[in-house]
C-alpha cells in the first residue's frame, strides 16, 4: 500500500493521483472503496466502507458501531441512518478523508460514475418534447392525512418518493424540499389534478407520464419487490 491506495488486481476506476491522499481506499473486481463517515452534531461521527461501482451505483456498509446490523445502504440511508441533523442532502453530508481532512462527496471525484449514470437515465426515459416522463405523485401525512405533493424529475427525487411510499411513519416533516409542517394547508383539489404531465397539464395518467418502471425510478441496491423484479428483468 503506498499513499493510503491498496495495490491490488483490482478494478481501475480513478487514477492513483486522484486517489492518493484519501484514506482507506481500495481496489476491486467490479468496485473500488474508500472510508467514509458522516457526522451527526448529538451522536457524532457514524464511519462506513463506501463502495464505488462503474455502473454509477453508491454503497455504504456501515461500521458506526461493532456488529451494526444496518448492512449495506445507500448514501442518502446511511445519512439517515447516522442521525444527521440536517438529512436529505448526502453528497454534501457524506464525506471522505482526503488529505487529513473531512471532504464532502461532492467536492472529490468519487460522484463521477453516479452523476454520469444519472444523466444518462435522465436523456434515455424522455417523452417527445425532451421532458422526464414521470408525472407527479402523491404521499398522505401519517399524522395529518393531508396529501404532500412529489414531483419525479431525477433520481434523486424519484428515491426521495420511492422512500417515502415504504415509510409506514411518514410525515410531513421528512419531505426534503418544501419544508412544511402539518399545519400547512394542503394543496387545493383545483391544483393537484395538474400532475405534471407534458401531454395534458390536467392527465390523469398516459402513455408520456405513466412509467411501468426504469433506470430512474428503480434503483439496484433496493430489496423491496418492485426493484426487485426490475433488476432482475433488465439483467436478463
Request: aromatic share 6%; hydrophobic share 25%; proline share 3%.
Amino acid at each position: 500500500m503506498a499513499n493510503g491506495v491498496e495495490r491490488d488486481c483490482g478494478l481501475v476506476l480513478f487514477s492513483d493521483d486522484e486517489l492518493r491522499e484519501m484514506s482507506g481506499v481500495k481496489r476491486g473486481p467490479d468496485h473500488m472503496e474508500v472510508t467514509c463517515g458522516c457526522t451527526s452534531h448529538r451522536y457524532g461521527d457514524a464511519v462506513g466502507r463506501l463502495r464505488v461501482f462503474v455502473n454509477g451505483d453508491l454503497e455504504i456498509t456501515c461500521e458506526c458501531t461493532p456488529g451494526c446490523q444496518e448492512g449495506k445502504l445507500t448514501p442518502a440511508a446511511f445519512e439517515k441512518h447516522s442521525g444527521r441533523e440536517t438529512a436529505r442532502k448526502w453528497k454534501n453530508n457524506v464525506w471522505v478523508i482526503d488529505n487529513g481532512k473531512k471532504v464532502p462527496l461532492c467536492k472529490t471525484v468519487l460522484l463521477k460514475y453516479h452523476n454520469e449514470a444519472s444523466k444518462s437515465a435522465n436523456g434515455s426515459h424522455r417523452s417527445n418534447n425532451g421532458r422526464v416522463c414521470h408525472h407527479d405523485e402523491f404521499v398522505s401525512c401519517t399524522r395529518c392525512n393531508k396529501e404532500r405533493r412529489f414531483r419525479l424529475r431525477t433520481k434523486e427525487e424519484c428515491q426521495v418518493y420511492h422512500d417515502a411510499l415504504a415509510d409506514v411513519n411518514w410525515k410531513c416533516a421528512d419531505l426534503p424540499y418544501d419544508k412544511i409542517t402539518c399545519d400547512d394547508e394542503e394543496e387545493r383539489a383545483s391544483r393537484r389534478v395538474y400532475r405534471g404531465c407534458s401531454r395534458s397539464p390536467t392527465c390523469q395518467g398516459c402513455t408520456s407520464c405513466v412509467c411501468f418502471g426504469c433506470e430512474i425510478c428503480r434503483f439496484s441496491d433496493c430489496s423491496c419487490q418492485t426493484c426487485t423484479d426490475f433488476t432482475r428483468n433488465a439483467k436478463t
